[in-house]
Nanobody, 127 residues
């Protein structure tokens, strides 16, 4: 069974940085497409960033492009999200997700393309 465990969330001031981690177990990590999603209070869950298993090139939501960096370490079976220049609008519960499918540029942004999810880690950006 595949398990995902996020860590690294917390309270940070605007302009600050955080690094989220997602440890994945249960299957060969390199065979997955991976992604980060977030859900702010009162809003629907949205795509943040992703890496398809067939391409090393990351994909980002426009709202985080240039500020966030997604990366993966296949040797450690871990997914990361480096978040810089954080804004209050980045406040949300952040989820990592994995998919065994060969995702394309459109489906990597879609929640229903991912079959495995972590429990979420809370990020609060506030002064």
């Amino acid at each position: 069974q595949v398990q995902l465990v996020e860590s690294g969330g917390g309270l940070v001031e605007p302009g600050g940085s955080l690094r989220l981690s997602c440890a994945v177990s249960g299957r060969t990590f390199s065979s997955y497409s991976v992604g980060w999603f977030r859900q702010a209070p009162g809003k629907e869950r949205e795509f943040v960033a992703g890496i398809r298993r067939t391409s090393p090139n990351p994909i980002y939501a426009d709202s985080v492009k240039g500020r966030f960096t997604i990366s993966r370490d296949n040797a450690k079976s871990t997914l990361y999200l480096q978040m810089n220049s954080l804004k209050p609008d980045d406040t949300a519960l952040y989820y990592c997700a994995c998919s065994s499918k060969g995702l394309i540029l459109t489906t990597v942004r879609q929640e229903n393309a991912y079959g495995y999810w972590g429990q979420g880690t809370k990020v609060t950006v506030s002064s």
